[in-house]
């Protein structure tokens, strides 16, 4: 929802894509294109959105695939270049064809997941290629991968801009996450538009609803849901402090309880072993006795006292 409005676009490929052609698009031709490609099965986990916009006086049309989830599909490239396959036979289809030639098409995977993303980004390297002449005619396509985990919080606070907002929200952990949801919300009440507004409120509603936050934010731009808003992280803030407070003291108990069979079991090796020389001293001083030493010389030489030798048995 939120990249469905040319702002966003605008800010994620001159903020992200570090290629030359970036400073030859006219921006101000952004043009959504009403199509996706998404099969039904996987739109809990991804969406995508088709862009036109106007290269050095040609059309072209940037693809963005987002991925939501943490799984890494090793086979990205292909189900990419399939979706790009699709939107041309619907461009052929419609005559939207000029002079014969297809129009260049900027392929973006926009992944969120926690884990890295390690699959192949060009579709060569799925395929083998067992003879080397066989090579021109293997498929060549890359896409470029956007992995909010791979850039640095304080790149992304560098940047300080809509889409880093957004990244620096999404990857969050729970103790920075007030603070961050504040910078965002000066942002975009900054730079951009009402509408967008709206939707980054209702985009963050949902986040927070997934991490337990009630927020009605429905409303962004409204004067109103500033102190809705402040009050709503206090709120949380606080939550988090006494549950940091519970989560110590029970690690504080968990620990005392460690500590205290750690102490047990040494204080029990000492017991074992002050019991093990003791029964040692008593057979030894047993024996001694029962071949006639007397008690005051089996006493000195097994620190026994005399009471504990008297006790002794003078016979087997």
Known sequence: MLFSHPAMVEDLIRSFVKEDFVKEIDFTTLKKVNASYVSEELLERQTDIIWEVTVKGSPAYFYILIEFQSTVHRFMALRILTYILLFYQDLIRARKVKRGMLPSVFPVLLYSGGRAWNAPLNIRELIERPFGTMSPYTPVFSYYKIAENEFSRESLRELDTIVSQLFLIETAGERELAKIIRDAIIVFRREVNPELQRDFGIWLRRMLRAKNI??????????????????????????????????????????????????????????????????????????????????????????????QIEKLPSSS
């Open 214 to 307: 009630t927020l009605d934010t429905a409303a962004l731009e409204e004067r109103s849901v500033s102190p809705m808003l402040e009050e709503t992280l206090e709120k949380y803030e606080k939550k988090l402090l006494r549950k940091g407070k519970r989560e110590g003291m029970r690690e504080g108990m968990r620990e005392g309880m460690r500590e205290g069979m750690r102490e047990g079991m040494r204080e029990g090796k000492l017991e074992g072993l002050r019991e093990g020389l003791l029964k040692g001293k008593l057979e030894d001083a047993r024996m001694m006795k029962q071949k006639g030493f007397d008690s005051e010389t089996i006493s000195e030489i097994t620190g026994l006292s005399r009471e």
